[in-house]
């Protein structure tokens, strides 16, 4: 391979030729590919062919001026070190051109040493610039990556909180999971993406975490329960809300799903008795994916599960009072699409009591 294909590219913007060719000489002697402009419109055009390092340019030129292009090599080609040569000897003309991003100023006439140690010390500005931001970049990745090592610690703990619950409500085992899938499949159809996506496939994981703290002889118990035993099951949107807080910080929508699912879109929910769209959204998603799911398998109330079909047609019903008409919508939508099915229930888990 040849050196000088190699060599970085200069560019050398004037309108007159025997300057740029003076400029063209000195710049190859320093080993550098020279290509030549005579305006600032030309120079633009090498700059879009070639990956310019250092761009020379007078200031005074017809069509488009020095000034012009250094505001155009700014922000079409930040990483290109540009040094303005001119006669004009003004201190206002020198700093404008400095504030615009020059990294140096040269004034005509000028020694062709001066003009060297002008550039080496551009090119020197422009290396600390790049390694800059190389390391910068480096940085933020390696920020990036211990914050994933961090949200793959925090789900490892809420897994464990929920591997918890499953030894005190084994109906949980497999629920979660299949209210975090149905909800998912809701909201993408009706347009959740990203981040908020991922935050109700979270919520729905998690929605039944408080159950934790409620009495084992309430949450397996067989017969219906009492009023007082309803009272005290249904304290656990409140405390999963209260443990999951500190971890759950930063997504907002998965906690407002921990804490509002059993919220009623007619206001007689539990526990802010939130009416209509007072109910976070992502919460009136889990809300009918919990119900959902809630029909469709065994209850000691109940001989036989629900069929999908039969669930649409509860949910359709219930439209407007204890459901989100435009959640139920989605969700029956997306049934009649297949692209919600219900999820096989798998292993032998205790029945528990009707909430």
């Given at each position: ?294 029909m469709t398998s065994d209850r000691p109330y109940r001989a036989t599960e629900m069929t999908l079909e039969m669930a649409m ?20 939508a997306a049934a009649e699409r297949g692209e919600l099915q219900l999820v096989p229930k798998t292993g032998t888990f205790a ?5």
């Open positions: 391979m040849n050196l000088l294909d190699t060599a970085p590219y200069c560019l050398i913007v004037d309108d007159e030729p025997r300057l740029r060719q003076v400029m063209v000489h000195l710049m190859r002697g320093d080993g550098f590919q020279c290509i030549e402009a005579g305006n600032g419109l030309e120079a633009l055009e090498q700059l879009e062919k070639h990956s310019v390092t250092l761009v020379l340019s007078d200031l005074r030129m017809p069509k488009m001026d020095g000034f012009e292009l250094l505001r155009e090599i700014r922000s079409r080609f930040p990483d290109t070190a540009v040094v303005m040569i001119t006669a004009v000897a003004d201190v206002e003309v020198a700093v404008k051109t400095l504030a615009i991003g020059a990294a140096d100023y040269v004034i005509k006439p000028y020694q062709l040493e001066d003009v060297r140690a002008r550039v080496a010390q551009a090119l020197e500005k422009r290396r600390l610039i790049l390694e800059n931001r190389a390391y910068r970049e480096s940085l933020e990745e390696r920020v990036a990556q211990q914050a994933r090592r961090l949200e793959e610690l925090f789900l490892t703990s809420v897994q464990s909180l929920a591997e918890a619950l499953e030894l005190k409500d084994p109906y949980t085992r497999g629920h979660s999971v299949r209210v975090s899938i149905y909800s998912s499949v809701i909201a993408k159809e009706m347009g959740f993406t990203g981040e908020l996506l991922r935050q109700v496939e979270l919520g729905g994981h998690v929605h039944d975490i408080g159950k934790i703290g409620v009495r084992e002889g309430v949450l397996n118990k067989a017969d219906r329960l009492t009023h007082e035993e309803y009272q005290h099951i249904m304290t656990h949107p409140v405390l999963g809300w209260r443990i999951l807080s500190p971890l759950l910080g930063d997504t907002p929508a998965a906690l407002n799903i921990v804490r509002s699912h059993h919220e009623r879109f007619d206001g007689r929910g539990v526990p802010d008795g939130l009416k209509g769209i007072e109910i976070p959204l992502e919460a009136r998603i889990a809300a009918a994916a919990d119900s959902l799911d809630a047609d509860e949910l359709r019903r219930c439209a407007g009072t204890q459901f989100d008409p435009d959640v139920v919508a989605a969700a029956i029945v528990p009591a009707r909430v």
